[in-house]
């Protein structure tokens, strides 16, 4: 516990914006959240308030998945900060994996554990930058979609414009941040099991252990989960395709500059709110694949496994999770 002596206190404006994919988006109105936006009679309108307890259902109904809340504070109107608070996966005592995470590094920090605190810092700083990247992509899908329905883009036809490299430039810091947070989690792993300090990547941790003599620890409880997601034999690699995604958009190809990425397309679904629209962006679910997936949609799927990845190295990490807390006085 830490004592902050004469701490200042005041009030700022906030404003809270709530993020689906597909580009749907709400903002806070009395007791909950109007959500939009709906086409109604060549009109952008919304429908609501939505109270809190209903969001996940209404997400359900309207076919798209809750991304999280942005939360903007006016505290410099030049400068507003904006603090992005991720609803893919269960928190541990409350807090996002990032958070958990930069805890973790602290009380490593306290008994001189220099190493793990900074591995778990780097951890916690690419969580956090996914976190805006994916935001940011959010916010991309949420401009082209307006931009779309106000210009009277033709449903399900692609079209493409200059603004779109926003778009590509999200996902490809996206792709970069969680291939980051994967290898940290992975050197993590490896100081679990005694693996060489150079072991600081998935694939030379992976390398390490199907050595002869360090494969007895392929059942290792941290390893389990790694072998789970990258493996041949296993119906979802989903570490493999991850690094696979980002391999190709960071190594051989940008994202955006060729193939079917470059271009998006609204498509319509009727819902029990009515028509509507959202976003979408097709990609290869792998490199050289012919099925097609939704590129928000598959990413954040991966990125909901990573957190989840990073959550369960967490729990089972040397030190807590739980953050260095603060007491107030007065001198």
């Known amino acids: 516990m830490i004592e902050a002596v004469n701490p200042k206190y005041g009030f700022v404006q906030t404003t809270d914006e709530i993020h689906f994919t ?8 009395g007791g909950g959240w109007n959500i939009g936006p709906i086409l109604n009679e060549g009109k952008l309108k919304h429908f609501g308030p939505v109270p809190d307890a209903q969001i996940r259902q209404v997400a359900n ?15 410099d109107p030049n400068l507003p900060s904006h603090i992005w608070h991720t609803m893919l996966s269960q928190r541990s005592n409350g807090f996002s994996a990032a958070d958990a995470w930069s805890a973790i590094s602290s009380q490593a920090r306290i008994v001189k554990d220099h190493d793990y605190a900074d591995l778990a810092r780097n951890v916690s700083a ?19 979609l307006v931009a779309g329905l106000v210009r009277g883009a033709v449903a399900e036809r692609r079209f493409a414009n200059i603004a779109l490299s926003d778009l590509h430039l ?14 940290y989690l992975s050197a993590i792993v490896g100081r679990h099991v005694n693996a060489p300090k150079k072991t ?9 252990v199907e050595k002869d003599a360090n494969f007895h620890l ?17 119906p979802n690699r989903w570490l493999f395709d991850l690094g696979e995604y980002r391999n190709t958009f960071l190594h051989r190809e940008p994202f955006g500059v060729n193939g079917i990425e470059r271009g998006v397309a ?25 099925e097609k997936v939704e590129a928000l949609n598959r990413f954040v799927q991966l990125y909901g496994h990573l957190l989840m990845l990073a959550k369960q190295i967490g729990d089972n990490a040397k030190y807590s999770s739980t953050p260095i807390s603060f007491v107030a006085r007065q001198s």
């Open 170 to 183: 999200a996902f490809h810091s996206l792709l970069a941040e969680m291939g980051a947070a994967r290898d």
């Open 61 to 75: 109904d309207l076919g798209v998945t809750l991304l999280g809340i942005n939360e903007i504070v006016f505290d």
């Open 218 to 234: 392929s059942n290792h409880p941290l390893l389990s989960p790694l072998f789970a997601g990258w493996s041949e034999s296993e």
């Open 22 to 29: 597909g580009g749907i988006r709400g903002h806070r109105a």
């Open 266 to 290: 609204i498509f319509v679904a009727e819902t029990r709110f009515g028509f509507v629209h959202t976003l979408k962006l097709d990609i290869p679910i792998r490199p050289d694949a012919n």
């Open 126 to 144: 690419s969580l956090r930058a996914a976190d805006i990247r994916l935001r940011d992509a959010s916010d991309e899908y949420h401009r082209q």
């Open 200 to 208: 600081d990547s998935l694939a030379r941790l992976i390398n390490w």
